[in-house]
Each structure stands twice: as structure tokens, then as C-alpha cells.
């Protein structure tokens, strides 16, 4: 069974970075493309960028250069990054193997 | 950027009612290759999105076949029929056939 699930914190200041970690079990992330998600108040959607099974990776140009997605294959994690974020990042951050799996979401709050 | 209008944003209907959802793309989304990279989702209540529908009409293995998704080039639809308690949610077309990937704004389902 594939299983992704989020961590980090759930507060951050801004002008701060934000750095989130999924875990994947059940599948290698040498395979496919992994992304992240966000959820926005309301009902928006943003895809946020992906990085594939030979580590490229592919970004959102709204997020500019403000993201980075890594990867662990030794522990078959990859990474979240954002810098310089405002109350505009407040959202819950998905990890996914789009669109089929998805980690369960964590809150975010951007605030001081 | 490709800009996905859903409608309705809200849906009423009673266990039973067929509905329908449309998603309606600012470009074709039929990709070089071929394949058209639309996909359904649905977001329950406290529940990270779950795939239903990819490649425009291909049902995700474990949802049930009241779910059908129809469509080509910018225009497409989501079809439940007979609505059952456990649909209530809100549902997101995504499209990944033109980077940045993008979603629809929702449409929430919701019991009459």
C-alpha cells in the first residue's frame, strides 16, 4: 500500500522559510513524479511543482524562485522549501503522486 | 497559464439525483502524445482529495461506476448518477497536459 504523510511546522513567520517533508512508503521515489499541492482558504488549488523519479523537477512560475523540491532517496523523502513567505502562503500543503496518492495535509499558518 | 472554469460552484441535489459538473478549459488540453490529461477529483470533508476519473473517462480502480466522466478538447463533464450520502464533497476538475497544471475552482456537492 502506498502511503505519503506530511511534516513540519505548523507555524511560521513572515519573510521566514517554510520547509516541509513527505514520507513515502510502499512505493520508491525513483519511480513517477512526486509533487506538492496546496489548498488555499476556500476552495483554490495550486499545484506547486514536482520533481521526478531521475530528480528534475518542475515548478509552479508563480512561485518564482521562492521553491525548491529535493529529494532522499536513501530514505525515500523529498522536501519542501519556500522562502520568503507572507500570510498569502497560508494553506494546507499536499504531497502527492499525482493524482493518485496523496499524504493526509498539513495547516500552515503564516503569521507573527 | 491553462484556466479551468467549473460550474456550478455549488451543487444541491437529493440521494438519488443524477448531476453533472462541467469543466471547461481555456485551451485544448490534448496533448502531443495523444492522451488529454483531465482528471477528476473529490475532496470529502477533512479528507485530502481522492482521485475518481483520469484520462478524461477512465475510472480509478475502487470507485464506483455511478461516476463517469466524458469530454474532449476544452469541454468536459463529470457525471454522478444516482447520488449517494458518501458524494458529498467538493469535486475539482485538474488538468496536466500543459505546465503549470492547474485546477478548476470546485464545485461543491451538497445534500437538498
Known amino acids: 500500500e502506498v502511503q505519503l504523510q506530511e511534516s513540519g511546522p505548523g507555524l511560521v513567520k513572515p519573510s521566514q522559510s517554510l520547509s516541509l517533508t513527505c514520507s513515502v512508503t510502499g512505493y520508491s521515489i525513483t519511480s513517477n513524479y512526486w509533487g506538492w499541492i496546496r489548498k488555499f482558504p476556500g476552495n483554490k488549488m495550486e499545484w506547486m511543482g514536482y520533481i521526478s523519479y531521475s530528480g528534475s523537477t518542475s515548478y509552479n512560475p508563480s512561485l518564482k524562485s521562492r521553491i525548491s523540491i529535493t529529494r532522499d532517496t536513501s530514505k525515500n523523502q523529498f522536501f519542501l522549501q519556500l522562502n520568503s513567505v507572507t500570510t498569502e502562503d497560508t494553506a494546507t500543503y499536499y504531497c502527492?503522486?499525482?493524482?493518485?496518492?496523496w499524504g493526509q495535509g498539513v495547516m500552515v499558518t503564516v503569521s507573527s | 497559464d491553462v484556466v479551468l472554469t467549473q460550474t456550478p460552484p455549488t451543487l444541491s441535489a437529493t440521494i438519488g439525483q443524477s448531476v453533472s459538473i462541467s469543466c471547461r478549459s481555456s485551451q485544448s488540453l490534448l496533448h502531443s502524445n495523444g492522451n488529454t490529461y483531465l482528471n477528476w477529483l473529490l475532496q470529502r470533508p477533512g479528507q485530502p482529495p481522492q482521485l475518481l476519473i483520469y484520462?478524461?473517462?477512465r475510472l480509478e480502480s475502487g470507485v464506483p461506476n455511478r461516476f463517469s466522466g466524458s469530454g474532449s478538447g476544452t469541454d468536459f463533464t463529470l457525471k454522478i448518477s444516482g447520488v449517494e450520502a458518501e458524494d458529498l464533497g467538493v469535486y475539482y476538475c485538474?488538468?496536466?497536459?500543459?505546465?503549470?497544471?492547474?485546477f478548476g475552482g470546485g464545485t461543491k456537492l451538497e445534500l437538498k
Open positions: 484520462l478524461v473517462s
Open positions: 502527492a503522486r499525482c493524482w493518485r496518492y
Open positions: 485538474v488538468q496536466s497536459t500543459h505546465a503549470p497544471w492547474t
